[in-house]
């Protein structure tokens, strides 16, 4: 009989023992697991934090009426890998983001052009902001991000904008119409294959080769202009011989912030040949290439045209007077 009861005794006390190792390695665990998700959010920057005048000013002027949201503060997750970023002084921001309301939003939602409904559906999700130029690893300032998809955009400058200077307006701008571009090609897709065939061999993919015309730009706009180079090989800027994609968009970036008779010097420059002297040979060449340059901008120029009439519904030579319009009672107001 006291064999037996040692037997339960010792089973009984086996079980507990048993039961209670478990029960301290669960508690345990979840002390450990509630420590570490704690510090996964801090890590994350998920950290809740208070709403300025400022965040509650953009959740009225772009979340709430566009569901776009703006995150101006940093995000190392979103830099483009290569570049040479850093956050933007907050102090601009709000300058930065009113000067797109007004030269972005409010043009394509004029009355007179895509109506107080137009970017429903068509706007980019989110807008992200940084305060120093957007240089790649090569050295050349580009107007996006690479690795970034249509549905964000990036606005870079911050730190330097300035709503009085023309020039950093412009920039700006230029930045903002070729991303919103890129975004509609997506939406609305147009023939690429089409596109491409019309200059399929000149494009250079990468900006290695063009890179060091810029060596020591510090100013961003000359980057950004129409200029002869380009312009003689059928291109409007050096950005646009990057890609399809970026030739596409370009053309109507470009038409937004530059008036017809700047485009109409660009094709002049593209059908107006190098002098090779006395050497004819040399010189009938020239005259063949500055040829092939006029037609390729001109059927380019129509192709974009064609397309913004058909799949956007408004009519990009009509939206580009409405643009110029804009920017110039902008700058000279403030």
């Known amino acids: 009989m006291k064999t037996i009861i040692r037997k339960v005794n010792f089973r009984y006390f086996f079980r507990r023992s048993l039961y209670l190792l478990v029960i301290s390695f669960l508690l345990a665990g979840c002390e450990e697991e509630a420590s570490l998700s704690a510090r996964s959010v801090v890590e994350a920057g998920e950290t809740e934090r208070e709403k300025t005048e400022l965040d509650k000013w953009i959740l009225d002027t772009f979340t709430r009426p566009y569901g776009i949201e703006v995150e101006y503060r940093w995000d190392k997750n979103a830099v483009q890998n290569g570049s040479y970023i850093y956050p933007p002084e907050v102090a601009n921001v709000k300058s930065v983001l009113n000067t797109i309301k007004t030269l972005w939003i409010d ?121 002869g180079y380009p312009n003689k090989k059928g291109f409007f800027t050096f950005h646009s011989l990057l890609s399809p994609e970026k030739d596409f968009a370009e053309i109507i970036s470009l038409k937004l912030t530059y008036g017809p008779k700047d485009l109409l010097q660009a094709l002049d420059r593209a059908k107006t040949p190098y002098n090779a002297g006395s050497d004819k040979d040399l010189q009938k060449e020239y005259d063949e290439q500055a040829l092939q340059a006029y037609k390729e901008l001109v059927e380019k120029q129509a192709f974009v045209e064609d397309y913004f009439s058909k799949e956007i519904k408004i009519s990009l030579n009509y939206l580009q007077l409405i643009s110029m319009k804009q920017v110039k009672e902008f700058i000279n107001k403030k």
């Open 107 to 227: 043009l394509y939602t004029a009355p007179e052009l895509g109506g107080d409904k137009f970017l429903l559906g068509k706007n980019p999700l989110k807008i992200y902001m940084y305060g120093g130029r957007n240089v790649d690893g090569n050295g050349m300032e580009l107007l996006d991000n690479l690795e970034a998809t249509t549905n964000e955009m990036f606005l870079y400058n911050v730190n330097e904008f300035n709503p009085q200077d023309e020039d950093k307006v412009f920039i700006l701008m230029r930045s903002v119409h070729h991303q919103f571009a890129r975004h509609l090609m997506e939406l609305f897709p147009y023939d690429r294959s089409k596109f491409l065939s019309i200059s399929r061999n000149k494009y250079i993919e990468s900006t290695k080769s063009i890179a060091w015309i810029f060596k020591g730009e510090t100013q961003g706009r000359r980057g950004f202009i129409l200029a």
